[in-house]
């Protein structure tokens, strides 16, 4: 499971990437060229170990910048934007490959980890994070457990997506009900069924 995101703002929408592609080998192989390419970063969201967060690399680095700007750690950042994200593109990153590679101290990668540039994977292994994300997850998962449940709800644990959509968003859904829906689909959390009345959402039996 992967989003492609800006790191949007409740009220703002971007559709789960592999929904708006018919041809998910194809996406696989363009997305690989694009990270080779340093064109996108790959975030670990954190909620789930295969979920994962597909950001451009220059807006990565336009909100890192901003999210440190005029704070101690803004050397440092700068630094790791600098030597570290055109040079490699892992999801991850190990102490040795911080200090030798990168030349980074151990009070530097504490200084990323608190800028939010860095998160703990284990003891000396960190995720590339975003500052301020957390947010977003936090939303993110509430707004795909409240749409779950409102299918479990329904009858047959099934509903048109029209109606669906047509519906009040629950508080919990921040993001917006179609956000979500392309989430579920991408996700392959629900079924679509092709109906005379329109497609049709239901939950796969477990």
Known sequence: MRFITQLQQPGEQTPTLYL?????????????????QGEIRIIQLGFD???????????????VLKACDGRPCAGVVQKFLASVLPA?????FQQDQMTQTY?????????????????????????LAVPGAGRFIKFFVKGRQALLSMLR????????????????????????LA????????????????????????????
């Not at 708006?20 to 080779?36: G, T, V």
């Not at 490699?88 to 991850?92: E, F, I, K, Q, T």
């Open 20 to 36: 708006l592609n018919s041809c998910r080998i194809s996406w696989m192989f363009f997305e690989k060229e694009l990270q080779e």
């Open 49 to 63: 170990l295969d979920a994962h967060g597909i950001v451009f690399t220059e807006d990565y680095r336009t909100r």
């Open 88 to 92: 490699c593109g892992d999801l991850s």
């Open 103 to 127: 030349g980074f101290r151990d009070p530097e990668i504490t200084h990323l980890v608190n800028a939010g540039v860095l998160t703990v994977r284990d003891a000396g292994s960190w995720w």
């Open 153 to 176: 709800r329904a009858k047959y644990r099934e509903l048109l997506l029209s109606e669906l959509l047509g519906r009040r968003s629950p508080s919990a859904v921040r993001l917006g």
């Open 179 to 206: 956000y979500h829906v392309h989430d579920l689909i991408g996700a392959q959390l629900v079924d679509c069924v092709p109906t005379s009345s329109g497609t049709l959402l239901r939950l796969p039996d477990t």
